[in-house]
């Protein structure tokens, strides 16, 4: 049955939140930027008022001025344009590399740094405008949608009343001198700056945590596609078991193949065998060729009878061995007393085969350390 957005009601994963910044989805908050913005664009004209206003009143009347060689020559008039237009250049420029470092300021406040091009590559099935009718009416496109207009509505509403309240002192900078009526105009604009500002501070307040909450609806799994990224990360379920039955089944096959070379198989009779290998020229300790319980053990003392290697009844041994190696490990230290006893009765043994001797017997109670035999630890 095809997920719905009713079904996805479980968060989403660290893997899918991983893969959604990857493309480029992370909580922006447009209000947080225009409110760094405009906040960022306030100090500065705060902090520039004096010398933006002496420098706007020298531009405009550089402007303004001109005499009868400018008026008639347009080589005069065309560089004093371009002059003009280096000298706008010269204050537009730096103000707009700070903008932008505000503007990315604001984005990385919000979301966090996210470098990704995936966003630019293009993709044509937003192209469609079905889709992009259903997109329109979703509920992730709705509530930004009814924001966005709660603020237009918000700032029309302000910037009308705040006109209205000046628009006597907007209507007396026309009698006044150019300096006073620039530097008033200045400040009434600075005043109208700072009521836009506390609005946008408001909408922020509201829209951060509203964009991490509609990332966080729109990101929402279903069981599903839990399931489906869990076989991903993890495996099938089924394969993985295969697998490892298939490499139990590969390990069990050539262990068994090492038991014919064991020196011997240590059994505790009805549940464990153990076979030992030691190589005589090395230098290390004996090891465990083999190993295994119930039909498993039965299976190793067939294959020793078969090859001619001594089985040896020794359980607590056999306990030992069994619980505290592994196959193609050498057998701890605090066991190399024992094991000794058992290599010493095979290489008699042997001896006693080749010169036709009688067969020695078998070693009586092999002792073991009491902390590795397991029949202690259960009793």
Request: a positive charge.
């Amino acid at each position: 049955m095809a997920d719905s957005a009713q079904d996805k009601r479980l968060p989403a994963t660290g893997r899918k939140i991983s893969k959604a910044k990857k493309e480029g989805q992370v909580a922006r908050s447009r209000d947080l930027g225009h409110f760094v913005a405009f906040a960022a664009g306030g100090a500065l004209i705060v902090g520039l008022a004096r010398p933006l206003t002496d420098w706007l009143v020298g531009l405009l009347g550089q402007g303004l001025r001109f005499d009868h060689a400018a008026a008639t020559d347009p080589a005069a008039m065309t560089q004093l344009l371009a002059d003009l237009g280096w000298q706008m250049l010269g204050f537009v420029v730096p103000l707009g590399v700070v903008m932008a470092a505000v503007a990315v300021a604001a984005g990385a406040l919000s979301g966090g740094w996210n470098l990704t091009f995936k966003p630019l590559q293009p993709k044509f099935e937003k192209l469609n405008p079905i889709s992009g009718l259903g997109r329109l009416f979703s509920k992730q496109q709705f509530v930004p949608t009814l924001k966005a207009c709660g603020l237009a509505l918000l700032l029309f509403a302000v910037g009308g009343w705040y006109l209205k309240d000046r628009s006597h002192d907007f209507t007396m900078l026309l009698a006044k001198p150019l300096p006073a009526a620039l530097a008033d105009a200045g400040q009434m604009l600075l005043d109208g700056l700072l009521v836009a500002v506390g609005v946008l501070a408001l909408f922020s307040l509201v829209d951060v945590p509203l964009q991490r909450w509609l990332l966080a609806e729109n990101l929402k799994m279903s069981h599903e596609e839990v399931k489906q990224e869990h076989k991903e990360t993890e495996g099938n379920t089924e394969v993985k078991g295969k697998m490892k039955a298939l490499m139990r089944q590969r390990t069990r096959k050539r262990m068994l193949a090492a038991v014919p070379q064991a020196d011997i198989v240590v059994m505790n009779p009805t549940h464990f065998a153990v076979a030992l290998k030691y190589d005589e020229a090395g230098t290390g300790a004996p090891r465990v060729v083999a190993k295994g319980s119930d039909r498993l053990a039965f299976k190793i003392r067939e294959i020793a009878m078969e090859s001619r290697v001594p089985v040896l009844q020794a359980p607590p041994l056999a306990r030992a061995l069994f619980a505290h190696c592994e196959i193609d490990q050498e057998i701890p230290g605090p066991l190399f007393a024992a094991v000794a006893q058992v290599l010493a009765w095979v290489y008699q043994l042997r001896a006693a085969l080749a010169a036709g001797l009688p067969l020695p017997d078998a070693p009586g109670a092999v002792t073991v350390p009491p902390e590795l035999d397991p029949l202690n630890k259960k009793r």
